[in-house]
């Protein structure tokens, strides 16, 4: 899925560089640019909006094979089980209320609301940009809990060439085969010309924890992908052309308590095609993007020994959109002022849809940014964004961004945004039966979008090289919120869905990271989450109180050997089980520890070899349903 970034992102994309005795300083991170917070490209050190960046060496250093173990020991975000794969829940809000994009442009195929990040392979990333809370008002529908952004790499040197070949097992637990993740990337550039090529293939067997049934816990997986990425500049302008393609199979077996058995296999095709005209004047800059996306998912389910409760069912979503955009900056550089306007289709048609979804949205948006006071770096940034929906009419998302750097070492920054989030198509117009167990779930028509207010409190401070200090405050109220209800006027068990309540999360942000010597680093975090449903008066189901992640990396100086330990804590979580008689009872799942391990060992210039472990300390159970202890090795290459 794609659309290119503009001229000045590209210049900081490419290969990465060879590995070093350390990762990139604070102040090379500062200087990447980013697009996500204002829409536009500018340093990290310069934007309003805070924005935590993982750029390629860090993806690498880790062993993530994708975007959901990318995510996984950053502050604020958690990587939960979804009904595909892995999803993300940020500042304690659901997956529907995170935007996911690649490229800026939004990444389609929800089940549930949750989108899979498994799905999305590293072997073309470059960085990933993550924006929380309010800050991301100016991205409309789903973006009031965050915005992750994945930036694609370009071919920017004469020849590059990479790849990655990765084997491992999670015996004794894995039911057949090997883990497999193998990449390879080609990019040129000749004078005004560009072209990168990668494919890949990925495959995970599947693995049982509970041997007492023939279910399986985890699915097997396996996923070819690739992307096409060519541009060309002429005089002050830059032509870009994006195709990806993937195909992805998820084999597993259920079980039934009336002992019915079924192999289960969903097909996911995926296509993205885009493109992006991007010209630079002598103040400001115009882009224009053009994308395409389709999402195809074939659900088989085939009973053993019958066919009464067979299903074939293929769900199908599309999107358009055409992006255009004017950023405008003074002589001064005081003042930035951004005008454009997103126009969205969107359909899906599904086997369980009482009828076709579709929807058009068109969505003007503006960004003022004045440098008010220079010598302390004193920077507001009102912004607003309309969106003009043909079912629901026009939400308006109002966002004030403030920046204040009081001392050199020091910055400050805090925003307040109101947000939304539109029903999706199966809250609308849902239509499921399960006769086996005897309920119906319709959709309602009626139901109207979620609103939201986000307010964010940040300071970082770089108190010296070696020492950075980052404290974070927020807080997110979510008003109508959907879910699904008990039809008490229907004769039959019938749920459907309605705006029944509200929700806050709001917690604080702590994280550290220290250079004590030459090649050591250290990253510690710490979360403190009070998430509540306002209405039921209790704790949102599944939300740590209390969280924290640390990653150590040490390279030995002059060897090309580094290593990698990395992890989270997790508090009590709780969860809400109702029991025959229809009363609901609190159960506390216990904390646990997750702990990956990898090592490095570079050969010459252009090959390295790995080794490395996931889950190291066995965290899973029941309410935890994650990979278990897995272990793989591979080689690298970057030329």
């Known amino acids: ?36 917070a204002g829409r536009r490209a500018q340093s990290r050190s310069d934007a309003v909006v805070a924005t935590e960046v993982i750029d390629r060496e860090t993806l690498r250093d880790n062993g993530a094979e994708n975007v959901a173990e990318a995510l996984e020991d950053l502050p604020g975000i958690e990587i939960i089980p979804a009904l595909q794969g892995s999803t993300v829940r940020m500042q304690g809000l659901d997956p529907q209320h995170t935007l996911i994009l690649i490229d800026g442009e939004p990444v389609i195929g929800r089940s549930d609301g949750a989108l899979d990040l498994t799905r999305i392979a590293l072997q073309d990333v470059e960085r990933i940009e993550i924006v929380r809370g309010a800050s991301s008002a100016l991205y409309g529908s789903a973006a009031h809990g965050g915005v992750i952004n994945i930036i694609t790499r370009r071919g920017s040197a004469p020849f590059a060439m990479d790849g990655r070949l990765s084997l491992g097992t999670y015996d004794p637990y894995a039911l057949e085969g090997a883990t497999l993740d193998l990449g390879l990337g080609a990019a040129v550039r000749r004078r005004d010309f560009r072209a990168r090529v990668d494919a890949g293939v990925h495959r995970v067997g599947a693995y049982d ?19 096409l990425s060519l541009g060309q500049h002429v005089g002050n302008t830059d032509l870009g052309l994006r195709l990806r393609l993937s195909r992805r199979d998820l084999v597993g077996i259920d079980a039934s308590a009336t002992g019915a058995v079924y192999d289960r296999h969903n097909r996911i095709d995926e296509v993205g095609l885009g493109g992006t005209l991007a010209t630079e004047f002598a103040r400001g800059t115009f882009v224009t993007q053009v994308y395409f996306t389709q999402f195809r998912d074939q659900f088989v389910l085939d009973q053993r020994g019958s066919a009464q409760e067979d299903l074939d069912q293929t769900t199908r979503q599309r999107l ?46 503006t960004q003022y940014e004045w440098v008010a006071q220079e010598d302390v770096n004193f920077v507001v940034a009102p912004g607003l964004r309309v969106d003009v929906d043909s079912q629901f009419g026009a939400f308006a998302s109002p966002k004030l961004a403030l920046r204040l750097d009081p001392h050199e070492s020091l910055v400050l920054r805090g ?48 108190a010296t090289e070696a020492v950075g200090l980052r404290v974070s405050l927020y807080r997110n109220q979510i008003d109508d919120l959907i879910d699904t209800q008990l039809d008490e006027t229907a004769a039959n068990v019938v749920y459907t869905y309605v705006n029944t309540s509200s929700a806050i999360t709001q917690g604080s942000e702590l994280s550290v990271r220290l250079r004590p010597a030459r090649g050591l680093d250290l990253q510690l975090t710490y979360v403190f989450l009070d998430a509540r449903d306002l209405q039921r008066e209790r704790a949102l189901s599944g939300r740590p109180r209390h969280r924290g992640t640390f990653r ?67 965290a899973g159970g029941r309410y935890l349903n994650i990979r278990p202890r897995g272990f793989y090795a591979g080689l690298r290459l970057d030329y």
């Open 1 to 36: 899925i794609l659309c290119l970034a503009s001229p000045a992102v590209r210049a900081q994309d490419g290969a990465a560089p060879p590995a070093g005795d350390g990762a990139d300083s604070p102040h090379e991170l500062d200087e990447i640019v980013v697009t996500t």
């Open 209 to 227: 924890l509970d041997p007492s049934d023939v279910a399986t816990t985890g699915s097997e997986v396996t996923q070819y992908d690739g992307a």
């Open 415 to 462: 925003s307040a945004g109101r947000g939304f989030r539109a029903p999706n198509f199966k809250e609308l117009y849902l239509s499921f039966e399960n006769p086996s167990v005897g309920y119906r779930v319709i959709g309602n028509p009626s139901v109207h979008p979620e609103t939201s207010w986000s307010f964010q409190l940040e300071g970082e401070w770089q």
């Open 552 to 618: 150590v990396r040490y390279a030995v100086p002059g060897t090309g050997f580094s290593a990698v330990v990395r992890g989270s804590v997790v508090g009590e979580r709780p969860f809400y089980e109702t029991d025959a008689s229809g009363d609901t009872q609190e159960v506390r799942d216990d904390p646990y520890l997750s702990l990956d391990a990898r090592v490095e060992q570079t050969l010459g210039d252009y090959v390295a070899v790995f080794a490395g472990a996931d889950n190291l300390a066995g």
């Open 320 to 365: 358009g959109e055409v992006s255009t955009q004017y950023a405008y900056v003074s002589d001064d550089g005081r003042h930035t002022l951004t005008l454009g306007a997103d126009v969205q289709q969107e359909s899906l048609l599904a086997d369980r849809l009482s009828r076709k979804g579709h929807r058009t949205r068109v969505a003007p948006f």
